[in-house]
């Protein structure tokens, strides 16, 4: 299966602009000459990469949702990005997969009423998709006790790596890859937002957004903090079911 890695830039200060981003990034991703199976956005797409705050009305969120399940019917891909749920007056930042109709065959909130349970994953022709929001990097036994071997994990993030903001959630971007325990026979995509600086050096190093097996080892990884694409190949089983797990 192929997967594209999104690390594009988000615009917390103008929807329009943000909306364009998307609709760019995954056109850009979809038109590679070896056309991507999944795509995977970073998180708080429908935000610019901020937490939802009372300035955010429902029909905005909506409206960023609407456009990418739009997206992946267009493009006739999967398609994972981090977007926000609203339950009354609140709130709640997760994690949403989209088939090539655009309809939502998984989700993982972050808080409300579903908080917690087993993540969701979809078996599928191109093999068994999941979705992970990103709190399951700071919880090991979450990971353990709810992962599938085989399966490949979106996990999509709103700030570059490093940043103070994960670090004070207990979030640490690289923790997949590094640590020994955890990833339960499962491949994970980290998506990170891209910081839009030109200027960023790239290292050679693990910077940004990456796909790792069940062992730890990278398929694939950003080198710089900046935008790009990452392209990947995960060796997934084809599925021949088409049913939530």
């Not at 981090?82 to 994690?95: A, N, P, Q, T």
């Amino acid at each position: 299966m192929r997967v594209a890695l999104l690390q594009i830039r988000l615009d917390a200060k103008s929807r329009a602009r943000n909306i364009q981003a998307i609709i760019a990034g995954i056109g850009s991703a979809a038109q590679a000459e070896v056309a991507p199976d999944l795509i995977i956005l970073p998180g708080a797409c429908d935000t610019g990469g901020t937490a939802a705050s009372k300035k955010h009305s429902n029909a905005c969120l909506d409206c960023v949702r609407e456009t990418i399940a739009g997206q992946a019917r267009e493009w006739g891909v999967f398609i994972a990005a981090g977007l926000h749920r609203h339950i009354g007056k609140d709130r709640f930042s997760g994690v949403i997969l989209f088939d090539p109709d655009g309809d939502v065959i998984a989700e993982d909130p972050a808080t409300g009423t579903e908080a917690g349970k087993q993540l969701e994953t979809w078996h599928c022709p191109v093999g068994r998709l999941g979705v992970a929001e990103p709190s399951a990097l700071a919880s090991e036994s979450r990971r353990v006790d709810s992962t599938q071997d085989g399966a490949l994990y979106a996990v999509p993030l709103a700030t570059v790596a490093g940043s103070e903001q994960m670090h004070k959630a207990g979030v640490d971007p690289r923790a997949l890859c590094e640590e020994t325990a955890g990833r339960n026979g499962a491949y994970w995509a980290v998506v990170l937002a891209g910081n839009g600086d030109d200027a960023v050096q790239k290292t050679g190093g693990l910077m940004g957004s990456y796909v790792c097996d069940p062992t730890g080892n990278l398929l694939a990884h950003a080198d710089t903090a900046g935008e790009m694409i990452v392209h990947a190949e995960v060796p997934l089983t084809s599925g021949v079911e088409d049913s939530r797990e």
